[in-house]
């Protein structure tokens, strides 16, 4: 096993991961509804671009364009026999870019949720999320990652699966959750219970957080939740863009570069180590979190009346 980000952690107060996947790929021309993992074969010159913009405005990151690349999401498009194939292929093409960066950069392999919910609420069980999650996590070790990167997920069952699969494929993992239902995940998962689960565990992730979500505010407000735990894991914090909203019938998000700079400065003094972008941050946004963080010192923790007037108001209106 590899201790690449454990390495980059010990010499880094912070790390800037990339940005959104899907929306820079939207803009490239992906069609609505085309899974974005096929463009890794189909347009891997746009993907491989996209990669190349993060690293160029300072990412030292790179997930892979596999997040809704397992056989169970791509089962949906009639493409669940190409998951092997298309991770494999996402993770050459990161490996690819960062390797040529003149310093570190670590390629993290995207792993999304299945989109299914457990037993016995749901269909999915343990022994077939392990199934399709190790199935996923060994073609994107074949194509280069460093590490697994499990992310928005939302119960802590898939917790359990995702160290059972980074440790059954020797591998460093990072896991992030999404808690936009006030406060908490989809699955009534809240930030404590997340990082207490995570400290009890024998295979721990090398780092943890939120990403997605509603807005920075309530992603930060997460990050504080975590922080105040007393969890000695390193915290991620990828937020969202803003707030999203529909205009003319397509998806927008709020945050401006300036707003995505002061969350960054403010993910770093709530205790995040690992800071990026999720839906709807871009190059410009990256590259202003970049600035500020490099000129910007770290500050005391701020309240959450301190995040809500930098930031805007919370999802439940607080």
Not at 164 to 185: K, L, P, Q
Not at 299 to 304: A, D, E, G, Q, V
């Amino acid at each position: 096993m590899t201790k690449r980000l454990q390495q980059l952690l010990a010499e880094n107060d912070t790390l800037l991961a990339d940005a959104a996947t899907g929306t820079t790929l939207f803009n490239m021309g992906l069609p609505a509804g085309h899974p974005a993992e096929l463009w890794s074969v189909e347009h891997p010159e746009h993907v491989t671009a996209l990669h190349q913009e993060a690293l160029e405005n300072g990412a030292q990151i790179l997930c892979t364009n596999s997040y809704g690349g397992n056989r169970c999401q791509l089962e949906r498009f009639g493409r669940g026999a190409q998951a092997p194939l298309l991770a494999t292929a996402a993770a050459r093409l990161a490996r690819k870019i960062a390797d040529q960066a003149p310093d570190p950069v670590i390629v993290a392999g995207s792993i999304g949720p299945t989109g299914e919910i457990f037993a016995p609420m749901g269909t999915m069980t343990r022994q077939r999320a392990v199934e399709i999650y190790t199935e996923q996590a060994r073609a994107l070790r074949e194509g280069g990652v460093d590490l697994l990167w499990f992310e928005t997920l939302s119960s802590l069952e898939e917790v359990h699966v995702a160290e059972i699969v980074a440790r059954d494929c020797a591998m460093e993992w990072c896991i992030s959750m999404n808690f936009d239902t006030a406060g908490r995940s989809m699955m009534g998962v809240s930030p404590t219970e997340f990082t207490r689960k995570l400290d009890k565990l024998a295979y721990k992730p090398v780092a943890a957080g939120a990403n997605c979500g509603m807005g920075a505010s309530d992603l930060l407000r997460s990050i504080l939740e975590m922080a105040a735990s007393g969890t000695d894991i390193p915290l991620i914090a990828k937020s969202n863009a803003g707030v999203p909203h529909f205009h003319h019938g397509e998806l927008h998000y709020t945050g401006t570069p300036e707003l995505m700079a002061e969350y960054a400065l403010m993910a770093r003094d709530c205790g995040a180590r690992i800071i990026g972008g999720c839906c709807g941050t871009q190059g410009a946004h990256l590259a202003a979190m970049r600035d500020a963080l490099a000129r910007t010192p770290k500050s005391s923790r701020p309240t959450l009346d301190q995040i809500a007037q930098a930031l805007g108001r919370f999802s439940n209106g607080a």
